[in-house]
């Protein structure tokens, strides 16, 4: 790791707010409802399906994660009646996770019923390992309720590949990403080619147990890898979608559409979009050199 690199690492959090807002219209589509409206009417119509995400996480407050709620019941509303795609994705510690999982699953059965109701589909994201058990136990108990709900596993996770043989018998929906939260080492792979092969690995195990796979990467050879698989096991295009975040990459999005393969945007948009770009800023660190230069006075 080079002094910059180090510098952009630790540095982040001394960013002025305005700066980082500068760079966080790239990834978040506004603070309102409206904003992301527009946003999804836009990729809707450049071809790609779309997820939305109401910002917010590790709520405290039983208000707050019930006005979380309330604004998701909102959200499938509004993109019901502007013939919108009816995809979302919610974080169960918005949802009062830490509060109980009881409470939260009343939070999330609320959503899903509507989302029934609607025809919608209910993505439950998954956060750090403290979090994996009750989010698969949430997405098992929604399943009952509604076949249009969909898990996330990250690829860094030593357990990933048991979790999938433990889904499969569901047909499950699962997203599939490398994983951004810092973990200890007994519980997630430590390497980059590690966690890469472990990626192609969960892919390949999810297609050919019959589940429903989203590709959620934006690494070139992954993006490869994904193809390659659904190519040699004869998967339809029914079957999986590739997905990238707001912001990332536009061109590789357009060049996984023409090469013929479904791809949908994460679209998140809300009043806490700034942990959501500090986190987005650390992961990426070119984008995060920019900020860092620009705070400097640097070329």
């Given at each position: ?80 009646r502007e013939g919108l795609d009816r995809n979302i994705s919610v974080k169960p510690t918005m949802l009062g996770l830490k509060i109980g999982q009881d409470f939260c699953a009343e939070q999330v059965m609320t959503i899903v019923r509507r989302a029934k109701e609607l025809g919608a589909f209910v993505r439950i994201d998954m956060e750090d390992h403290t979090c994996t058990d009750a989010t698969l136990d ?162």
């Open positions: 790791m080079t002094v910059f690199d180090s510098l952009v690492r630790y540095g982040m959090p001394l960013v002025p707010k305005f700066i980082v807002g500068r760079v966080a219209r790239r990834y978040v589509a506004g603070t309102s409802r409206d904003d992301a409206i527009r946003m999804l009417r836009s990729l809707n119509q450049q071809g790609a399906m779309t997820t939305v995400d109401v910002l917010g996480e590790e709520v405290s407050k039983t208000e707050l994660a019930e006005d979380a709620t309330r604004q998701y019941l909102e959200l499938l509303e509004a993109l019901d949430l997405y098992r108990l929604a399943r009952q309720e509604w076949e249009q709900v969909g898990v996330v596993l990250q690829a860094y996770m030593r357990r990933t590949v048991a979790d999938i043989g433990g889904l499969l018998e569901l047909e499950p929906n699962i997203r599939i990403c490398k994983g951004i939260y810092r973990e200890p080492r007994d519980v997630a792979w430590p390497d980059f080619d590690v966690i890469r092969a472990n990626f192609v690995y969960a892919v390949e195990k999810l297609l050919e147990g019959g589940a429903y796979c989203a590709i959620a990467t934006h690494d070139t050879y992954l993006v490869w890898a994904g193809m390659q698989l659904v190519d040699r096991l004869g998967i339809e295009p029914e079957r999986y979608e590739f997905q990238m975040l707001l912001g990332v990459d536009p061109q590789l999005r357009r060049i996984i559409m023409d090469s013929g393969h479904r791809l949908r945007v994460y679209v998140p948009f809300g009043r806490d979009w700034y942990p959501y770009s500090m986190r987005r800023l650390r992961e990426n660190p070119t984008v995060a050199r920019h900020v860092m230069r620009a705070m400097l006075g640097l070329r």
